[in-house]
C-alpha cells in the first residue's frame, strides 16, 4: 500500500513513520509514504499557498494553482514509479463523510490513497470539484488542519494491514471490529491496593474467558454507546445469549435506580 499525502507540515507524519506499531510497516516496506508540500509547487519568493477569501470574510483558502500541481507530480510519480494505479484523492475536512471501522476496513484494500491536508479556513472549491472523489471527517469538531485527521486514518487503516501487529489476531479483537467496544483489561500484579483482577480471567478457562469478554463488551457497549448496540442487533450480529445478558443488564439498572 502507498500513501501520499499534500501538506504543508509534511514532518507531522514521523509520527507514524518512526513511531510504534506503525512505524513497522514502514520499515518492512510493506506500506510507503510520500509527502508532497504545495509550497514545492509555487513560483512566488514567499512560496504562497493561501489567499484572502473573495467575497471577504475571516480566514484565508488554499489556492488551487499550488495543490493541483502537487496532485499532478502525485500522478506522474506513481505512473513512473511502479505499476501500481492511482487511488482516491481523499480531502480531510469537517464536511466530509465520518470515518468508522466499516470505512477503514474498506479503504484498507486499496493500493493507493492520495490525503489532501487542508489547512488555513478552506479549501479553493475548484480544486475540490476537479480532483477529490471524496472527503473526509474524524468526527463533528474542528482541528486546525487535516494533518491529525489524516494520520488518525492512516493508522487505523495500516492496523488492519496483514503482518503489522504483532499478535496476528489483535486487530480482530480491536473496539468497532465486530461492532461492539472492547472489554477491560488487566495485568499483573493480580491484586493492586486490593483492586482484584477478575477471577474469572485467572481460572484458564477458555470458553468462560471469552463468554465473560463477550459479556463485558456488550455491557461496555451498552453502557457507553447504545446506539452501536441497535446496529449490531440490525446487522443481525448478537445472539440470543447476548440479548438475554443485555436483557438482565438493563434489569439490573432498572432495579438499581427503582431503589
Ligand atoms: N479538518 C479540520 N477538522 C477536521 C475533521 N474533524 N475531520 C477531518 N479534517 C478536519
Known amino acids: 500500500m502507498r500513501f501520499d499525502v499534500l501538506t504543508i507540515f509534511p514532518e507531522m507524519f514521523e509520527a507514524i513513520t518512526q513511531y510504534g506499531v506503525t512505524s513497522r510497516a514502514f520499515s518492512k516496506e510493506i506500506l510507503h509514504l510520500k509527502t508532497w508540500n504545495p509550497r514545492d509547487f509555487t513560483s512566488d519568493p514567499r512560496k504562497t499557498v493561501d489567499d484572502r477569501a473573495y467575497g471577504g470574510g475571516p480566514g484565508m483558502v488554499m489556492m488551487v494553482g499550488p495543490l493541483e500541481d502537487a496532485l499532478q507530480a502525485v500522478q506522474e510519480d506513481i505512473a513512473s514509479s511502479s505499476a501500481m494505479k492511482k487511488g482516491p484523492t481523499v480531502l480531510m ?27 488555513y479556513e478552506a479549501v479553493d472549491q475548484r480544486f475540490i470539484e476537479r480532483h477529490v472523489d471524496f472527503e473526509l471527517s474524524i468526527g463533528d469538531y474542528v482541528v486546525s488542519g487535516g494533518e491529525l485527521p489524516a494520520l488518525v486514518v492512516m493508522d487505523s487503516l495500516i492496523r488492519l494491514m496483514p503482518n503489522v501487529l504483532g499478535d496476528a ?46 459479556n463485558e463488551s456488550l455491557i461496555a457497549t451498552q453502557k457507553s454507546r447504545p446506539d452501536l448496540i441497535l446496529a449490531a442487533r440490525k446487522k443481525g450480529l448478537l445472539s ?20
Open 240 to 259: 440470543l445469549k447476548d440479548e438475554k445478558v443485555l436483557q438482565e443488564y438493563l434489569e439490573t439498572l432498572a432495579s438499581g435506580l427503582n431503589k
Open 169 to 214: 489476531n489483535s486487530a480482530q479483537q480491536d473496539s468497532f471490529s465486530d461492532g461492539l467496544l472492547d472489554c477491560p483489561h488487566y495485568t499483573r500484579p493480580e491484586n493492586y491496593k486490593n483492586f482484584l483482577v477478575p477471577g474469572v480471567l485467572l481460572g484458564g478457562h477458555h470458553g468462560r474467558i471469552e463468554s465473560w469478554r463477550r
Open 93 to 119: 475536512s469537517p464536511q466530509g463523510r465520518v470515518f468508522n471501522q466499516d470505512l477503514a476496513k474498506e479503504m484498507s484494500q486499496l493500493e493507493q490513497i492520495t490525503f489532501v491536508c487542508g489547512r
